[in-house]
């Protein structure tokens, strides 16, 4: 069982994160979500708010990889897992409130809860750490 150190958790808090997701049929995608924030220490959590690529790649392939990294300590890490979509409770009423504040043209899609299963080092050449 992979879990966050409180490193990695400090680093998802203070550095943009990425998110990596790929269609069925294998086509990659990457954009930054800000939204993104560690749950617990097992769980990343990030918001869907504009149904793009992401979303249609979620719906189909719940796998996800996060990259976070420190540019001025070239320390970062790399957070694989698979996606859970929230439509309603807590984690849902988070990614509604973000979108009211940023008056996005419709309601969130989700907030997204991925279950970290592995974790590997971008500092020491991608080695996995758990």
């Not at 924030?37 to 990343?44: G, K, P, S």
């Not at 540019?71 to 694989?80: E, H, L, P, T």
């Not at 849902?92 to 009211?100: D, F, I, M, N, T």
């Not at 299963?117 to 050449?125: D, F, H």
């Amino acid at each position: 069982m992979a879990k966050l150190t409180e490193e990695m958790k400090a680093l998802v808090a203070s550095q943009q994160p990425f998110i990596a997701t790929a269609s069925p049929d294998g086509v990659p995608n990457i954009g930054p979500k800000r939204s993104t924030h560690v749950l617990d220490d097992e769980h990343i959590v990030f918001y869907e708010l504009t149904g793009g690529r992401t979303w249609e790649n979620l719906q189909k392939n719940p796998r996800v990889a996060i990259a976070v990294v420190d540019a001025s300590k070239m320390q970062g890490y790399r957070f694989v897992g698979k996606a859970e979509l929230v439509t309603k409770g807590e984690l849902y009423e988070g990614a509604k409130k973000l979108a009211e504040m940023l008056k996005t043209p419709g309601p969130p899609k989700a907030a997204v809860k991925v279950k970290v299963e592995e974790i590997y080092n971008l500092g020491a050449r991608g080695k996995r750490v758990a």
